[in-house]
Nanobody, 121 residues
Framework: VQLQASGGGSVQPGGSLRLSCAASERTFTSYTIGWFRQAPGKEREFVAAIKWTGDSTDYQDSVKGRITISRDNAKNTVYLQMNSLKPEDTAVYSC???????????????WGQGTLVTVSS
């Protein structure tokens, strides 16, 4: 499955952005989709994941309450709604697919290109 992340940009602290992860195949509906981010000079870290059914989600503790993951299988798209953004949220955000459900502990085999989010005043 091919994935493409989009929706990044520059925003002031406290602002919002919605990222999209679009898949090329209808089999997308069988995959868990996870969002990850990598800040400059840091390792990639898990942000959030959603099961193919949409009824299970997992979040990194630091983003709970600010970031919401959702999916629209009819559009082969997963969304990451990010609110109350902080400078430490600045990173390249990428989406990835896993054929099982493991949340933050899943094995994500398919990766898309990332989209840059910059939070700065």
């Amino acid at each position: 499955v091919q994935l493409q992340a989009s929706g990044g940009g520059s925003v002031q602290p406290g602002g919002s952005l919605r990222l999209s992860c679009a898949a090329s195949e209808r089999t997308f509906t069988s995959y868990t989709i996870g969002w990850f981010r990598q800040a400059p000079g840091k390792e990639r870290e898990f942000v959030a994941a959603i099961k193919w059914t949409g009824d299970s989600t997992d979040y990194q503790d630091s983003v709970k309450g600010r970031i919401t993951i959702s999916r629209d299988n009819a559009k082969n798209t997963v969304y990451l709604q990010m609110n109350s953004l902080k400078p430490e949220d600045t990173a390249v955000y990428s989406c990835a697919a896993d054929s099982h459900w493991g949340g933050k502990y899943g094995n994500y085999d398919y990766w898309g290109q990332g989209t840059l989010v910059t939070v700065s005043s």
